[in-house]
């Protein structure tokens, strides 16, 4: 099975700045990776998907790259309603399988 | 775009089983796969099963073969999914969602609101 790592446990970030992300595969996932938005009660939405595809009505201050096994979900200018956890998940093989979140905080 | 409504909370103790339904809204049923994901408390997210409503098949995660159960109700636009021997562990908010039939199945568009499902004697 792959594993997905997300590095950052935790990213503390201002307002209006940017944030990077990032993910990484055990083996190539080749851009099968989808990225995932939790707030807290809430199920998750999906934000990314293809590494770079946005997926229907997500602002365009976020977006994927990478491919293989490095990804990075960036976030242009942090809003409010984007403080929140952020999964990676890869599903070029048989089981998809999440990274552990980030938590983007205040 | 599919409008998923789980069941309530339950409360099993170890050694039972649990059935979880979620139904999905419009006319849009055999268009999706439907998936079930989990998250114990304060943890990350597991994939444990997928449905092709159309045909019924299905495939489960290793960690779950033997106990676990996905079956659907076309006349009701119903998915459920049924957990035996379950133990403390299996304690986490359990999700539906739903991947649009095409190429990649196992990515998730949609979710329902999640029903948790606390193990305890």
């Known amino acids: 099975e792959i594993v997905m790592t997300q590095s950052l446990g935790t990213l503390s970030v201002s307002p209006g700045e940017g944030a990077t992300l990032s993910c990484r595969a055990s083996q190539n996932v080749n851009r099968n990776l989808a990225w995932y938005q939790q707030k807290p009660g809430q199920a998750p939405r999906l934000l990314i998907y293809g590494a770079s595809t946005r997926a229907t009505g997500i602002p365009a201050r976020f977006s994927g790259s990478g491919s293989g096994t490095e990804f990075t979900l960036t976030i242009s200018s942090l809003q409010s309603e984007d403080f929140a956890v952020y999964y990676c998940?890869?599903?070029?093989?048989?089981?998809?399988?999440f990274g552990g979140g980030t938590k983007v905080e205040i | 775009q599919v409008q998923l409504v789980q069941s309530g909370a339950e409360m099993k103790k170890p050694g039972a089983s649990v059935k979880v339904s979620c139904k999905a809204s419009?006319?849009?049923?055999?268009?999706?796969?439907f998936h079930w994901v989990r998250q114990a408390p304060g943890g990350g997210l597991q994939w444990m099963a997928l449905i092709n409503p159309s045909g019924g098949n299905t495939a489960y995660g290793h960690k779950f073969q033997g106990r676990l159960t996905v079956t659907r109700d076309r006349s009701t636009s119903t998915v459920y999914m049924e957990l035996g021997s379950l133990r403390s562990e299996d304690t986490a908010l359990y999700y539906c969602a739903t991947r649009i039939m095409g190429n990649s199945p196992y990515y998730f568009d949609f979710w329902g609101q999640g029903t948790l499902v606390t193990v305890s004697s």
């Open positions: 998940q890869q599903y070029n093989n048989w089981p998809p399988e």
């Open positions: 419009g006319n849009t049923f055999n268009t999706y796969y």
